[in-house]
C-alpha cells in the first residue's frame, strides 16, 4: 500500500471493518489479523486473555522464542509492547421481551445517536441475523411518553437506551432457538460499515476506532520485514481484547510480557478543544484521562514524525483512555506513550485521511528501529 493509494481498495481494512467485534468476542477479526500476522513476525500466539501476540526479536535467532519469553522484574527493559485494540463499541442484550423484541444497553460507552437506528447484526449462539434498532414512530403523540419526550419540539430529550428497543420480528421460542438471551451482543450491521470517500483526501466508516489502528500495525510488521531491519530491542505487537470497557487485554499483556514500554496505537478526537485537526498529522498523547504519559517518549514520536515531515500535533486529551494509559495507572507498565489517527467524530462515523493508517505505520516501524540516542532532533527534522 503507497501513501496515496486509495483506502477504499484496502481490502484488508475492508474486511476488518466489515467482521463484527463486541468486547468478549472478537474471534472473528482475531482470526484475520493472525491470517496476515503470522508470515511477518517471528512468533505468534493467543494468550490468556485472548490478545493475539506477534513477537519480533531484535536478533534474528528469534523464531519460535518470543512466547518463551516471561516478564521478570531483572530483564523487564528488554522489550516494546505496541497495542492495538481489536474490540468495538456494541449492545449487549438486557432482557428478551414476551413480543420479542429486545431491549438493550451499552457495551463500551456509546450512546443510541452515535450509529443512529437501522439494521443491526445479533450473534446468536447458534445464529447471527439483522434486527432493527428502533425508537418507534414519529407520528405518535404524548400516548407514547417514550418517543415523545425525544421530540425536539416537545419533551427534547435526548436519545437513550430507554428509549430504544431492538425490533426482531421473531418469537421468543425463535429468539431461544437462536441463542438469543441476556449478555448476547448486537453489532451495527454490515451494510453500514463499508468505507466511502470524503472528497478527494479523506474516507471514512464506522469502526476506524480500532480498526485503522489495528490495520497500521500490521502494516508496520510488514513494513520490518520488508525492509529486512530488526528492531532495537524485542517487540510485542499486541491485538488487545476488550479495550473498550477498560483495557482489560491490554492490561494482562502488560502484566505478562517482557519490557517496560507499553505503546498505544488509537483514533485521536479532532476538537479544537485540543487544537488537532483531522487534515493535521498524527496525535501524539502527552496525556489523557488516566495518565501522564512518558515526555520522553512523547519527544520521541513527535521527533520521527517530524522526520518524516508529517507535522504531528501534541495533545493533551480529556474524556480519552487507552491500552496504554490503563496499563500504567493500574502499575502495570512503567512507561507509556500514545500515537493516534487523527479522526474526524471518534465513537461515530469516523473520518481519517487516506494517508493516515501509512503515516501510522512507518512512525511505528521507524521508532522501533531507531535506538533513543539516533533518533533525529526536533530541531534537525522540522521542514
Known amino acids: 500500500m503507497t501513501p496515496h493509494e486509495n483506502l477504499c481498495a484496502d481490502e484488508l481494512l475492508q474486511e476488518l471493518l466489515w467482521t463484527y467485534g463486541p468486547c468478549g468476542q472478537e474471534d472473528a477479526v482475531r482470526a484475520v489479523c493472525a491470517r496476515t500476522l503470522q508470515s511477518v513476525v517471528d512468533d505468534m500466539w493467543v494468550d490468556d486473555a485472548g490478545n493475539l501476540i506477534g513477537f519480533v526479536g531484535a536478533s534474528p535467532d528469534s523464531a519460535g522464542a518470543g512466547r518463551h519469553r516471561v516478564r521478570h522484574p531483572a530483564s523487564a527493559g528488554d522489550g516494546?509492547?505496541?497495542?492495538?485494540?481489536?474490540?468495538?463499541?456494541?449492545?449487549?442484550?438486557?432482557?428478551?421481551?414476551?413480543?420479542?423484541?429486545?431491549?438493550?444497553?451499552?457495551?463500551?460507552?456509546?450512546?443510541?445517536?452515535?450509529?443512529?437506528?437501522?439494521?443491526?447484526?445479533?450473534?446468536?449462539?447458534?445464529?447471527?441475523?439483522?434486527?432493527?434498532?428502533?425508537?418507534?414512530?414519529?407520528?405518535?403523540?404524548?400516548?407514547?411518553?417514550?418517543?415523545?419526550?425525544?421530540?425536539?419540539?416537545?419533551?427534547?430529550?435526548?436519545?437513550?437506551?430507554?428509549?430504544?428497543?431492538?425490533?426482531?420480528g421473531r418469537t421468543p421460542d425463535q429468539l431461544d432457538a437462536a441463542g438469543v438471551h441476556a449478555g448476547t451482543r448486537l453489532c451495527v450491521d454490515r451494510s453500514k460499515r463499508t468505507l466511502v470517500d470524503v472528497g478527494d483526501d479523506y474516507v471514512g466508516s464506522y469502526f476506524l476506532d480500532d480498526r485503522a489502528a489495528v490495520r497500521a500495525l500490521l502494516r508496520a510488521a510488514q513494513l520490518l520485514r520488508d525492509r529486512g531491519q530488526r528492531p532495537t530491542e524485542d517487540v510485542y505487537l499486541v491485538f488487545t481484547t476488550n479495550e473498550e470497557i477498560g483495557g482489560v487485554g491490554g492490561s494482562y499483556?502488560?502484566?505478562?510480557?517482557?519490557?517496560?514500554?507499553?505503546?498505544?496505537?488509537?483514533?485521536?478526537p479532532t476538537e479544537r478543544e485540543y487544537a488537532t485537526t483531522v487534515t493535521g498529522g498524527p496525535i501524539v498523547g502527552y496525556s489523557d484521562a488516566l495518565c501522564v504519559y512518558d515526555k520522553d517518549i512523547a519527544d520521541r514520536l513527535m521527533r520521527t514524525a517530524n522526520a518524516r515531515g508529517l507535522s504531528p500535533q501534541a495533545a493533551v486529551l480529556g474524556a480519552f483512555e487507552s491500552?496504554?494509559?490503563?496499563?500504567?495507572?493500574?502499575?502495570?507498565?512503567?512507561?507509556?506513550?500514545?500515537?493516534?489517527?487523527?479522526?474526524?467524530?471518534?465513537?461515530?462515523?469516523?473520518?481519517?485521511?487516506?494517508?493516515?493508517?501509512?503515516?501510522?505505520?512507518?512512525?511505528?516501524?521507524?521508532?522501533?528501529?531507531?535506538?533513543?540516542?539516533s533518533s533525529p532532533s526536533a530541531s534537525s527534522t522540522q521542514r
Not at 450512546?111 to 446468536?124: C, E, H, S
Not at 505478562?256 to 485521536?268: I, R, S
Not at 496499563?327 to 494517508?355: D, M, Q, W, Y
Open 323 to 373: 491500552d496504554a494509559s490503563h496499563a500504567k495507572a493500574n502499575g502495570l507498565t512503567p512507561r507509556a506513550g500514545l500515537l493516534c489517527l487523527p479522526t474526524l467524530s471518534t465513537h461515530g462515523f469516523e473520518v481519517i485521511a487516506r494517508t493516515a493508517i501509512e503515516d501510522m505505520a512507518a512512525i511505528v516501524a521507524d521508532f522501533l528501529t531507531l535506538s533513543p540516542a
Open 253 to 268: 499483556a502488560a502484566a505478562t510480557l517482557p519490557g517496560t514500554l507499553t505503546l498505544a496505537l488509537e483514533v485521536g
Open 80 to 168: 516494546t509492547r505496541v497495542m492495538a485494540h481489536l474490540d468495538e463499541l456494541s449492545m449487549l442484550v438486557k432482557r428478551v421481551e414476551p413480543d420479542g423484541t429486545l431491549h438493550v444497553t451499552q457495551l463500551g460507552v456509546m450512546y443510541p445517536g452515535n450509529f443512529g437506528l437501522g439494521p443491526v447484526a445479533v450473534l446468536g449462539d447458534n445464529e447471527t441475523f439483522t434486527a432493527v434498532l428502533t425508537l418507534g414512530s414519529e407520528h405518535t403523540t404524548k400516548e407514547s411518553p417514550r418517543i415523545w419526550e425525544t421530540k425536539p419540539d416537545q419533551g427534547d430529550r435526548a436519545l437513550d437506551w430507554q428509549h430504544v428497543y431492538v425490533f426482531t
